[in-house]
């Protein structure tokens, strides 16, 4: 195999070396220079290659992944064979002289020889190179550089073997970085400002009036006051009656008062409770309460399945509401009593009205009320409401009640 000797053209020139990408994938071709104890044709033969390389932002080191292949090279008795060659290199580059970048890098390869490897074995070597890359375009520049290897081999008296090879090809930079917008300083700018004297006439009690026309010098702060600086009458419940003379301040808005302010005496349940004791304002016409407006026993219209102790879906809501109450009005506890219709015996529809207030009272707890406000018990079919023989009257028997206690 004849000797070639690669003398490329260098194109120098103004444009720009790109150095915002993050890759480059150069195709390169050349000539090794092999030593010669290889016992190779000519002591070289032509190669071709492929170099990417992956750049870093933050660094001038960048990793390297090569691959080189000469077919068909030539012994210097017979035969040939083919050499592959991988390497993985960092890459440094230098800092850019006109448009030209010029690099250095180093790393570690293996080397194999396929069909005949003759005298030669695969092994790992050492490399180092030198180079420089030249601007076409923005992303496409002449690659120029120079590898020496070096293979440790027991083949050849124990000494390594050497090869350098000289490449030259175009490197090809794609995936743009986004560039960083330059930080403006902003310009510090010192304005002199003219000072005046500016007599301010005085306002002692700070009510926007000034003392040569405060009637009023006294008035407290933060109190609404008239041109004169004399307090403004206020009514700020808007009830008709002024603060002065209110003696319910904050009486609710729309509610009926009396020459002091305060409400008007109502029972709009007609429960006999007048609103302002009624803790249950409405409470349905007719129902028998308490000191305090709110029923003595109450059916809170929960139901169960069949033989079933699980409360129903339809009835959380009547647990939630009864919730509510009880942790809101804590001087009342409730005694939970469940009854049943009569199917069945007397001694299991006790057990199992027993078993369903208890359902209720640990409903309630998991709602929030305090464990000590609630009891339970089961009354079986006692205390009916209803006639058992149809039923209409069974399904009101099968009932949970609440006796509200006030302590």
Do not use: W
């Not at 069909?115 to 074995?121: E, L, Q, R």
């Not at 120029?144 to 090879?165: R, T």
Request: hydrophobic share 35%; glycine share 8%; with cysteine.
């Amino acid at each position: 195999m004849k000797k070639l000797i690669l003398i490329p053209a260098l194109l120098l020139g103004s444009l720009a070396m790109a150095q915002d990408y993050n890759y480059e994938l150069s195709p390169m071709i050349g000539y090794n220079i092999a030593e010669g104890n290889l016992g190779l044709d000519n002591d070289g033969y032509l190669t071709g290659g492929l170099e990417f390389q992956v750049n870093s932002a933050d660094s001038k080191i960048s990793p390297e992944l090569s691959i080189y292949y000469a077919p068909n090279v030539d012994y210097s008795t017979t035969g040939s064979t083919d050499v592959i060659r991988g390497a993985f290199n960092g890459v440094y580059t230098f800092n850019k002289r006109s448009s030209v970048v010029p690099f250095a890098k180093a790393g570690l390869g293996l080397e194999t020889f396929t069909t005949n490897k003759a005298n030669n074995s695969d092994s790992l070597f050492l490399d180092a190179g030198v180079g420089a890359k030249v601007a076409f375009t923005d992303n496409l520049a002449l690659k120029l550089e120079a590898i020496y290897m070096l293979k440790p081999d027991s083949a050849h008296a124990g000494n390594a073997d050497s090869n350098l090879l000289t490449l030259v090809g175009l490197t090809y930079s794609f995936g743009a970085r986004a560039q960083k917008e330059p930080v403006i300083q902003p310009k510090e700018v010192v304005e002199e400002v003219a000072v005046a004297t500016v007599v301010v006439p005085l306002d002692s009690d700070n009510d926007g009036v000034i003392d040569a026309k405060d009637k009023c010098a006294n008035t407290p702060a933060n109190t609404p006051v008239d041109a004169d600086g004399c307090a403004i009458p206020q009514d700020n419940d808007n009830d008709g009656v002024l603060n002065a003379q209110d003696k319910c301040p904050n009486t609710p808005a729309d509610t009926k008062v009396d020459a002091n302010g305060c409400k008007v005496n109502l029972d709009t349940d007609n429960d006999g409770v007048l609103n302002a004791n009624d803790l249950c304002p409405n409470t349905p016409i007719g129902t028998k309460v308490n000191s305090d407006g709110c029923p003595a026993k109450i059916n809170l219209h929960i139901t169960f399945g069949n033989n079933s102790t699980k409360v129903s879906e339809a009835s959380q809501k009547e647990l939630d509401k009864y919730a509510t109450f009880l942790t809101t009005y804590t001087n009342y506890s409730a005694k939970i009593v469940g009854y049943t219709d009569s199917v069945g015996s007397a001694a299991y529809n006790k057990k199992l009205s027993q078993k369903r207030a208890d359902a209720v009272v640990k409903s309630l707890i998991e709602r929030g009320v305090n464990p000590s406000q609630l009891s339970a018990k089961g009354m079986g079919e006692a205390d009916a409401i209803a006639d058992n023989s149809t039923k209409e009257g069974r399904a009101k028997n099968r009932r949970i009640e609440a006796e509200l206690i006030r302590h």
